[in-house]
């Protein structure tokens, strides 16, 4: 599968690094307005690879399959129509567009062409996200109670998007994988311009039926920031993305139900207590695992877990918390 690649900034140049790695795509040519880029590019990949400035260069070539998005949002959704609107397969880097309004446009024209639309959506292709998913289908888990999120570092401040909408659009789609896609009863969210005209901190808390997911997104934290914390019945795990080994913790611990005919039991509900485990996880890059899940359903035609319309539950998700940080 021959792709296009739009974009070569410095995340364009980590997306490009793993096109070129997997063996399920071909990376085909790399545009960017940059000619500095474009030099950038060439210099690691050489003459296999065609460099131009505009992506129209090869938006109707017959060669081409796919197209990979990674701009800033603003332009990027123009630039996603003519893709989709040549018949081209399409991943994007998130968030999908920058409102629930303009995803849907982008899903019901991969919907009309029967194409593969695919968000990157990053991290519901992580090994220890999909460790915790088995949990939850198996019931180890139990029923979730709570989702708790702290994505922070100390920059770079963004001047085009909130910190919400640059963080913890990846947080949401976690939630939305891991519960199989339930809706929020309600959302709310509060946040600070200390820098610029965007949020730099914001924090959005989503009720749902049955538990609450709470999503922490900072760009002035002085220490990173990678924990995601889930809550079950059964058992409950820490997942910390900024420890070298055991990133993933599982606490055999919860709250046993009340006896009402213990007399401790009238007045407190107990804790149990018991082991603590960190499981081997075999690492895997969770971007090349999106990029060939993406390469998967173009061959198949199956669509994406990360498609459109999870990307557009994403963007009303968002769309709402900013409604409500912005009138608070």
């Not at 024209?109 to 959506?121: G, Q, S, V, Y």
């Not at 401040?157 to 309600?186: C, E, F, N, Q, W």
């Not at 200390?194 to 749902?208: A, C, D, N």
């Not at 401790?264 to 207590?273: D, P």
Request: a negative charge; one cysteine or more.
């Amino acid at each position: 599968m021959n792709v296009v690649h739009v974009g070569y900034g410095y995340w364009g140049a980590n997306v490009a690094k793993n096109l070129a790695r997997s063996k399920k795509v071909g990376l085909f040519a790399v545009c960017d307005m940059n000619p500095e880029n474009l030099a950038r590019a060439k210099a690691l990949y050489g003459d296999n690879v065609r460099y131009e400035k505009s992506y129209k260069s090869f938006i109707d070539n017959p060669d081409v399959d796919a197209f990979v998005l990674a701009v800033q949002t603003e332009p990027s959704f123009e630039i996603a129509k003519d893709i989709l609107s040549a018949g081209k397969h399409l991943f994007i880097e998130k968030p999908i567009a920058t409102n629930a309004e303009r995803a849907q446009i982008l899903t019901d024209m991969a919907r009309e062409k029967n194409l593969i639309l695919h968000c990157d959506h990053i991290m519901i292709f992580h090994p220890i996200i999909r460790y915790i998913k088995k949990m939850v289908q198996s019931g180890e888990l139990g029923d979730i109670t709570s989702i708790e999120v702290s994505r922070a570092n100390l920059g770079p401040v963004r001047m085009d998007v909130t910190a919400m909408m640059d963080l913890a659009v990846h947080d949401i789609a976690v939630v939305d994988y891991l519960t199989d896609g339930k809706i929020p009863l309600s959302v709310h969210a509060v946040g600070e311009k200390l820098y610029g005209e965007q949020e730099t901190l914001t924090f959005l808390t989503m009720k749902y039926d049955g538990f609450i997911a709470h999503i922490k997104s900072s760009w002035i934290s002085p220490v990173k920031e990678r924990t995601t914390l889930v809550c079950g019945t059964k058992k409950m795990v820490i997942f910390d993305d900024m420890r070298g080994m055991d990133k993933l913790s599982i606490f055999d611990c919860g709250i046993v139900k009340r006896d009402e005919h213990d007399e401790y039991g009238l007045y407190e509900f107990k804790a149990r207590t018991g082991d603590i485990l960190s499981p081997y996880i075999p690492q895997e890059d969770a971007l090349l695992n999106s990029i060939e899940h993406f390469a998967d359903c173009v061959k198949s035609g199956t669509q994406s877990i990360s498609n459109g319309e999870q990307s557009v539950k994403v963007m009303k998700i968002l769309d709402k918390a900013h409604e409500s940080m912005r009138g608070f």
